[in-house]
């Protein structure tokens, strides 16, 4: 597809359990982001990747929340012993490496912490 | 702190008529900033941009106005279309941020009626 791509679309997970979120960039955006939004609030910031480069980690909001991304490609986004004030649409972003370039987002995976 | 602001939760438009959506920043670091809209169960869509060296930038029945010495920019839509209902956000980033992280405000709901 020519969109970024997110899976799974939905989670229904109990607390303290683990979940893995996946994202797919668009081909050749060498830059990818997750951000959270949480009912009823904007977007915020957690992992920015860009190729190579040491991620900028400083959104993620505690230690139970980790990303990975091998190259250029797919990232997953960890939360380990998911608490129920971690519900939200964690949504997924990729772009070219320039600064001031568009950043386009996957549809979101909507967590649900019970 | 929220850095970027649409104080406006929600407006509603007549059909035909200019929609008109605000968003206040206090960063004075921002220099690009962008406007999404967002319908229910999907990511964000980019809609247009502007660079803090311009004051306006139009694309169609989109115009985004920036007010630097105000940190104010807005969204125009004309004519309005009850297709352009969605939430619709602003965000920011700043050239200090080599990440291209983008500040979002919190959204404003515009409800366009036929």
């Known amino acids: 597809g020519a969109g970024v791509s997110q899976s799974p679309s939905n989670k229904v997970t109990e607390k303290g359990k683990d979940v893995e979120l996946r994202c797919d960039p668009i081909?050749?955006?060498?830059?990818l982001y997750w951000y959270r939004q949480r009912l009823g609030q904007g977007l915020e910031f957690l992992i920015y990747?860009?190729?190579?480069?040491?991620?900028?980690k400083s959104g993620l909001p505690s230690d139970r929340f980790s990303a990975e991304r091998t190259g250029e490609s797919v990232s997953t986004l960890t939360i380990q012993r998911t608490q129920q004030e971690d519900s939200a649409v964690y949504l997924c972003a990729s772009s070219f490496w320039r600064t001031q370039e568009t950043q386009y987002f996957g549809p979101g995976t909507r967590l649900l912490v019970l | 702190d929220q850095q970027v602001k649409q104080n406006s939760p929600s407006l509603s438009v007549q059909e035909g008529r200019i929609s008109i959506l605000n968003c206040d920043y206090t960063n004075s670091m921002f220099d690009y900033f962008l406007w999404y809209k967002k319908y229910p169960a999907e990511g964000p869509t980019f809609l247009i941009s502007i660079s803090s060296i311009k004051d306006k930038n139009e694309d169609g029945r989109f115009t985004v106005f920036l007010n630097k010495s105000a940190k104010h920019l807005s969204l125009h839509i004309v004519p309005s279309q009850p297709g352009d209902s969605a939430v619709y956000f602003c965000?920011?980033?700043?050239?200090?941020?080599?990440?291209?992280?983008?500040?979002f405000g919190q959204g404003t709901t515009l409800q366009v009626k036929p």
């Open positions: 965000a920011a980033s700043g050239a200090s941020s080599n990440t291209g992280k983008l500040i």
């Open positions: 081909s050749g955006h060498t830059a």
């Open positions: 990747f860009q190729g190579n480069s040491a991620p900028d």
